[in-house]
């Protein structure tokens, strides 16, 4: 969040009143909290966060929202293991020849050449293999958009309203999606869902490790920030003008998202001010909060710079135009999506330091993409930017590596001079970046989460497949070891092996 | 700079893609996989005469004025073929009016021709040619999202052969295969079961049969009435005569046993599109001698009819003894993925050279142009591609394209956009560029 946007100021009250907190204690008690201090009010402040305010409920409290639903992820079981020998791909721009990566206890603890092996470490012995962070699609629809791809499963796009920021794609994601078990088996280890783009606003996003689990609270991502699913172009104005309602047009595109940020910031200050009041109120005299609005919450932590802006934006222009609105209400987009023009402003975008998610492949598939080359990713790279490989797509997810290796083949016949030490950030630190999540994954660096992949051959080979992969250290897949191949629920039984071996 | 070079870098310049004419060329010091009998040279030469292969080998005499193109120790491979392609009559997949595949109705179904819908302009085609691909076998499909049209369409329509070389017509033949969907689709588009679509097609063929048997009763009125109108029961002819094979989309392996019997009972000739769960059943589809068109990218459970989807269906029915042919993407903006396609289907099992195989000379055998095309033979039509590594790698690219002897330009709409925008900011609008 930038500091000249006014809602950063706002955040910043909001965090004073939070702390100073002499309103905490009623709204504690009137929550039922068995507090017995006698109105010192430190037992109810919530869950470390300054910015809490505890209300009777937590469900009425906007500020409480990033603890709802929250993680139950606990990462697999795993041994000290050290891949030796391996060619890295650090997604730091390094590539290590006969590199050693040692994993323990559920992080990488070093790599290097000629690391130390630790004593009583599981050693894979790698040469003439490869060894790239665990890849990481920024644009998946899997368990929003299950296999098999009956009605029943269809579940992301809430195409009722030009604007549901009120929903939230966890809420839709079937973790029994035998496509997570094919993305692993491609190098997979973290994915943002979101859901559609049928509307100006779609939702919340949702980033998941892609472990197979019981619950989408089991695979959600620890510390991840949500993301916020917008919309530009063809497909809310086709949906909505359909209708007859609007946006018909991309004139009422834009229209509907400056509408949209208005009311958001108009909340917003009602909150602030509730707390304002709140604050000052003595006991006998405390105001009402407002209502809750869950679409405008979703808006209203964008203005805070707590929910991240994933832009489905085609066309260059429409970019453009997408920056001014941002400017105008003083939020940052951080990804636009599919973006198939971005080569047109790749120096615009480098600039504004906003992420590329694309293919390489798709193009043509309607107007907004006609103009969709495969140099698009090399391009925006070539400029400063930051590309990112992305899918929307069950199948394309299983081959993120393929897909950048395109990219990277296109820009080199363009003479761009791509290496594989570049190339490899795009499905790996780049999408880790534009999600949130750098500080956790993306790259091979001593302290990351162990998500690591360990290649057959060179990545950017059709001829490679992933043999190991690990999640936070463990054996979430082996290509030669069944009894790492998990199979969901839903396959059980079914007819059909993937395998032979 | 060659001759070539020169009107290759006009024709960038203009902006005006020309290919050079037919002249005789002499590519030397190329690694050739032929795909016919003389297997895979080492390092040898293709003479290119008149637009066709004049000789193929280790050791050709170079004619005296034939351009030599030296590849270098590169890779030559006949042209690849997308089969099952939206190719050529298609151009945005949103914009129906730029969509000439999917247009059966009730009464022309059968009938339903895309030689008619053929764009030599298409956008699309230079893009598949950069992929390598010099002819495709363009098919008519019924797409399920198209509810606005009548429901009953049992047959999708015919099929042709394109070339993608010089000349504004690309068609080498049309009526190469009959499109029909069968499986869940197909039964949503005829009664809602497979009980409804099987008995419809049985019921069609048996119409076109008792039709070409009594053609000339039909203007008089002296045939029993038929349910399918004349132009549907003239295009099954060649159907029902076995000229002309059933192209069946069809995806369970149940479903691939009732057309293998159907195929039996009528005495029609069949290939199979899809069929995911091929490989359940790989024996009875070798013993049919029924080739079969995969996607060997397609191992999700997508519908309850492909639970057996495997990334293995490929190298399973090759093993079995299948003639297989490997498809890119049946859009043809994705034409270009049949090597990437053939790629994926090696590291999965299939050898090497039944992936070149199942992308050049299995597809022109099929669909009857085995003769003029699909393998580099002395006589055939000379499509080839000179590679700088193996063909099925992304990061490999095409030097040199020929089809029909003719060197292509190596240049699409998609690379002239790259060329404008290289170069950012621009000092002055990039449409002067």
Known sequence: ?501 | MSPIARILALALMTGIAFPAAAETVAVTNARIHTMGPAGEIGRGTVLIRDGKLAAVGADVAIPAGARVVDAAGGVVTPGLVAADTTLSVAEVNSLHATNDHDGAVEHLSAAFDVKYGINPNSTLIPVARLGGITRAVVTPDIEEDRDERPKERLFAGQAATIHLGPGEDLLMASGVGMVVHLGEAGAGMVGGARGTSFAALKAALDEGRHYALNRARYDYGHTRPYRLSREDLEALVPVVEGRMPLLVHVHRAADIRQVLKLAREDQVKVVLLDAEEGWMVASEIAKARVPVVVNPLSNLPARFETLGATLENAARLHEAGVTIIIEGSRTGHFARQVRYNAGNAVAHGLPWKAALEAITINPARVFGFGARAGSLEPGKEADLVVWDGDPLEPLTQPRQIFVKGTEMPMDSRARQLAKRYRDLPPDQPPAYR
Not at chain 1, 107 to 126: C, H, K, L, M
Not at chain 1, 162 to 189: C, K, M
Not at chain 1, 477 to 487: L, T, V
Request: proline fraction near 6%.
């Open chain 1, 1 to 501: 969040m930038g500091a000249a946007s006014p809602y950063g100021e706002s955040l910043h009250l909001m965090r004073q009143f939070a702390s100073a907190a002499p309103w905490l204690l009623s709204a504690a008690l009137l929550a039922g909290c068995a507090s017995t201090d006698g109105g010192k009010g430190e037992a109810v402040k919530g869950g470390g966060d300054p910015a809490s305010v505890r209300l009777a409920a937590k469900g009425l409290d906007p500020a409480a929202s990033s603890e709802s639903f929250p993680s139950t992820y606990r990462p697999m079981p795993s041994v000290t293991t050290a891949i030796v020998g391996a060619r890295l791909l650090t997604g730091t721009g390094e590539e290590i020849e006969d590199g050693t990566i040692v994993l323990e206890g559920g992080r990488i603890t070093a790599v290097g050449r000629g690391v130390p092996v630790p004593a009583g470490a599981t050693v894979i012995e790698a040469r003439g293999k490869w060894v790239t962070p665990g890849l990481i699609d920024a644009h998946s629809h899997l368990g929003v958009y299950a296999s098999p791809s009956v009605a029943a499963h269809s579940d992301g796009n809430e195409m009722t309203d030009p604007n549901t920021a009120n929903v939230w794609a966890e809420h839709s994601v079937w973790p029994q999606d035998p496509g997570f078990t094919r993305a692993l088996a491609g190098g997979v280890t973290s994915l943002q869902v979101l859901p559609g783009s049928a509307n100006l606003f779609g939702g919340r996003t949702v980033v998941l490790k892609n472990v197979p689990a019981r619950t989408m609270q089991d695979m959600k991502f620890p510390g991840a920030p949500q993301g916020l699913k917008m919309a530009c172009g063809e497909n809310p104005k086709r949906l909505y003008g359909g209708k007859g309602r609007s946006p018909a047009t991309r004139m009422g595109n834009v229209a509907g998202y400056r509408k949209a940020w208005i009311d958001a910031a108009d909340y917003q200050r009602k909150w602030d001010e509730w707390r304002k009041k709140y604050a000052a109120a003595t006991d006998d005299k405390k105001p009402d909060p407002p209502k809750r609005d869950l679409a405008l919450d979703t808006l209203a932590g964008v203005l805070r710079g707590e929910i991240l802006v994933q832009n489905h934006c085609y066309r260059a222009d429409e970019m453009a135009m997408m920056l001014d609105v941002a400017r105008e209400f003083g939020y940052r987009i951080t990804m636009f999506h599919h973006a198939s023009e971005a080569y047109k402003i790749a120096d615009v975008l480098a600039r504004e330091d906003i992420c590329v998610a694309t293919w390489a492949e798709w193009w043509g598939f309607k107007m907004e993409a006609f103009d969709g080359i495969e140099e698009n990713p090399a391009l925006v790279h070539a400029k400063g930017g930051c590309t990112v490989i992305h899918s929307d797509d069950e199948t394309i997810i299983q081959r993120l590596n393929q897909e950048a290796a395109t990219a990277m083949a296109a820009g080199n016949r363009l003479g761009l001079n791509i290496t594989r030490a570049d190339a490899i950030k795009w499905v790996t630190a780049n999408p880790a970046k534009a999600i949130g999540v750098l500080d956790k994954t993306g790259t091979l660096e001593a302290g990351k989460m162990a998500d690591v992949v360990l290649w057959s051959a060179d990545p950017f080979s059709v001829y490679a497949v992933a043999e190991k992969v690990f999640i936070d250290g463990a054996v979430a897949y082996d290509r030669a070891d069944r009894r790492f191949q998990p199979q969901t629920d839903f396959e059980l039984g079914q007819p059909g092996k993937e395998s032979r071996r």
